[in-house]
């Protein structure tokens, strides 16, 4: 069975400061992994995701990933934080396209990113 | 398009009462879910959908009922509530092999209706 953890519930930084949020994962087949971001009292938007190919992966408001397949990790990175990326992330995990035959997404617990002024 | 929708957004109920949350989306996607999110908990998906028809059980299914009778559509009702379902409850769509022969990997999630169940 698949499962993620967030190994971090909190992360408070200053405004401008560089972050990573790290993402575990277990799995026995190939996985595909995601970053989601859910801002206050709203739904989850797609931050990025790795299906194959290039470890590294870039997605949207300057935050990229990288995918760890011996270590099984994830980790999101920004090199210079905004008041606006204030929100909690999610990290993802589904076996096989499109989550396999029943489109299984598990979802880490969350890590809340603060940026403070 | 607007993608996915959800009503209502807020929603207060006693125990025993009955309601249904409803789903919406006109991506013309075959893929439909339910996932609560609870503090500390992540999402956990409750109920999906392949396909109009067609419906299974998520990872926390009791307690919940889904229908498909339509591709937009995907209610989400609860016969009997209970303080234990008080969250807030997440639809997400995707493309799915069964009606779009093919499938992204990417869930779109609609706006959320928060539930208190008292």
């Known amino acids: 069975a698949q499962s993620v953890t967030q190994l971090d519930s909190q992360v408070p930084v200053f405004e401008e400061a560089p972050v990573e949020l790290r993402c575990n994962y277990s799995?026995?087949?190939?996985?595909?992994l995601f970053w989601y971001v859910q801002y206050p009292n709203q739904g989850l938007q797609l931050l990025l995701k790795?299906?194959?190919?290039?470890?590294l992966v870039k997605g949207i408001n300057g935050f990229e990933a990288e995918f760890n397949k011996s270590q099984t990790s994830f980790h999101l990175r920004k090199p210079s934080v905004h008041i606006s990326d204030t929100a909690e992330y999610f990290c993802?995990?589904?076996?096989?396209?499109?989550?396999?035959?029943?489109?299984?997404?598990?979802f880490g617990k969350g890590t809340l990113l603060t940026v403070n002024p | 398009n607007a993608g996915v929708t959800q009503t209502p957004k807020f929603h207060i109920l006693k125990t025993g009462q009955s309601m249904t949350l409803q789903c919406a989306q006109d991506?013309?996607?075959?893929?439909l879910s339910w996932y609560r999110q609870d503090p500390g908990m992540g999402l956990r998906r409750i109920h999906y959908?392949?396909?109009?028809?067609?419906?299974d059980k998520g990872e926390v299914p009791d307690g919940y009922n889904v229908s498909r009778s339509n591709t937009e559509d995907f209610p989400l009702r609860l016969e009997s509530a209970a303080p234990s379902q008080t969250s807030v409850y997440f639809c997400?769509?995707?493309?799915?092999?069964?009606?779009?022969?093919?499938?992204?990997?990417?869930?779109?999630f609609g706006p959320g209706t928060r539930l208190t169940v008292l």
């Open positions: 991506m013309n996607h075959g893929y």
């Open positions: 997400a769509s995707s493309y799915s092999l069964k009606v779009a022969k093919m499938s992204t990997d990417t869930q779109y």
């Open positions: 790795y299906l194959s190919g290039s470890t």
């Open positions: 993802a995990v589904s076996e096989g396209r499109g989550g396999g035959s029943n489109y299984k997404l598990t």
């Open positions: 799995s026995s087949v190939s996985v595909y």
């Open positions: 959908s392949v396909a109009a028809g067609i419906t």
